[in-house]
């Protein structure tokens, strides 16, 4: 009989796996150019009539409904790095120029930055760093900011 730490730890990745899903599903036909009442529509085909919200279908079902929209001519996005920063990226940018303009940092630029955060997490570029080593930026960004006001 599982333990209630792996029954628990069972039920986050379902439910990380369906959030993923459901964002597929809502992703997928606004791609594919389709309208709402055919994308519930179909919704409502694999459930054999049963709901027409993927929210309501099951983990097989949307698992179907997924396979349906590849058939249709969707392409899912690979797990590929996004050239789009993610918040803290863009917290760590902020405070460098805060810092940059009350003069506690010399030089502001994105080099500077780079090299900065280097030295911190030992990775060469912010994008590539998790969220633990940018946390670990913010913090020394701010304890620079304590120091030099």
Not at 2 to 17: C, H, N, Q, V, Y
Not at 41 to 57: W, Y
Request: charged share 35%; proline share 3%; hydrophobic share 35%.
């Amino acid at each position: 009989m599982p333990d209630k730490t792996t029954s628990t730890l069972r039920g986050i990745a379902e439910d990380a796996r369906r959030k993923r899903d459901l964002a597929k599903l809502h992703i997928a036909p606004v791609e594919l150019g389709m309208d709402e009442e055919t994308r519930r529509a179909l919704t409502l085909r694999i459930s054999k009539g049963r709901t027409d919200s993927t929210a309501k279908l099951s983990s097989q079902e949307r698992n179907q409904l997924l396979a349906e929209y590849v058939r249709l001519g969707w392409k899912p996005k690979t797990g590929a790095v996004s050239s789009e920063k993610r918040p803290l990226e863009r917290k760590i940018e902020g405070l460098w120029q805060q810092l940059h303009e009350a003069g506690v940092v010399r030089n502001g630029s994105s080099e500077a930055l780079a090299s900065f955060a280097r030295r911190l997490t030992g990775v060469d570029a912010l994008r590539w760093a998790s969220v633990a080593q940018l946390q670990k930026v913010v913090e020394a960004l701010k304890a620079m900011e304590r120091r030099g006001k």
